[in-house]
C-alpha cells in the first residue's frame, strides 16, 4: 500500500502524488467518489465496481498516512454532502474505524471539529461507541457542548428515541444534518 505521499489520482485505484496540491486534489477526489459510490445503488451489486476503492480504502487504513488520509477525507465528505444515507454509512463506517483505530491520535483533532462544526457534532452522537474508554469520555464531553452560542437553538441529544418525531433533527432512522 503506498503511503498518503505516493498517491495519485485514478479514477479505479489510487496510486502515487508527491505535491501538497496533488494530494489535495486526490482528496478531494477520493471524497467525491465516496459520495458518488454511496449513491450508487449498484456499488455492493458490480464486483469490480469502479468507484469501490473510495469506499473500500477509506474503511480499511493501513497506518498513520492512510489514517491521516482517512481523517482528511471524512471532513471534505461532510463538507460535500448533506445526504443522510452517505452520512450514515460514514459515520458506521469510517469515522468509527478512524475513532476505535486511531482515536487517541485523533482525539484532539476530534474536539477542535467538534466546536468549530455542529454538522460534525451531531455525527458524533451516532458513532457506536468502540475504542479506548479516555477517548471517549472526551467525545462524550464534546457531544455535550451546547448548540446555542453557535446557532442560538436550543441543544438536545438528537439520538434520543424519546424526542424522535418525523421532521426533528435526530439520526434515527437516517440522519439529518443541516
Wanted: proline share 8%.
Amino acid at each position: 500500500m503506498p503511503n498518503a505521499a505516493e498517491i495519485v489520482l485514478d479514477v479505479k485505484t489510487p496510486r502515487v502524488a508527491s505535491s501538497g496540491t496533488r494530494r489535495e486534489r486526490f482528496l478531494d477526489e477520493w471524497a467525491a467518489a465516496y459520495v458518488r459510490a454511496q449513491r450508487d445503488p449498484t456499488l455492493l451489486e458490480v464486483d469490480e465496481h469502479p468507484l469501490r476503492w473510495a469506499v473500500r480504502d477509506l474503511v480499511l487504513p493501513l497506518g498513520m498516512a492512510s489514517a491521516e488520509d482517512c481523517w482528511e477525507v471524512v471532513l471534505r465528505i461532510l463538507r460535500l454532502t448533506s445526504d443522510s444515507e452517505v452520512l450514515n454509512v460514514l459515520v458506521a463506517g469510517p469515522l468509527a474505524y478512524l475513532i476505535a483505530d486511531s482515536g487517541r491520535l485523533f482525539i484532539d483533532r476530534i474536539e477542535a471539529e467538534a466546536w468549530r462544526s455542529p454538522k460534525f457534532r451531531k455525527l458524533l452522537h451516532c458513532v457506536w461507541r468502540c475504542g479506548p474508554a479516555d477517548v471517549w469520555a472526551r467525545i462524550d464531553a464534546v457531544r455535550e457542548l451546547p448548540t446555542t452560542w453557535r446557532t442560538g437553538l436550543p441543544h438536545r441529544d438528537p439520538c434520543r428515541p424519546a424526542a424522535a418525531t418525523p421532521g426533528d433533527d435526530c439520526p434515527s432512522p437516517s440522519l439529518r444534518v443541516a
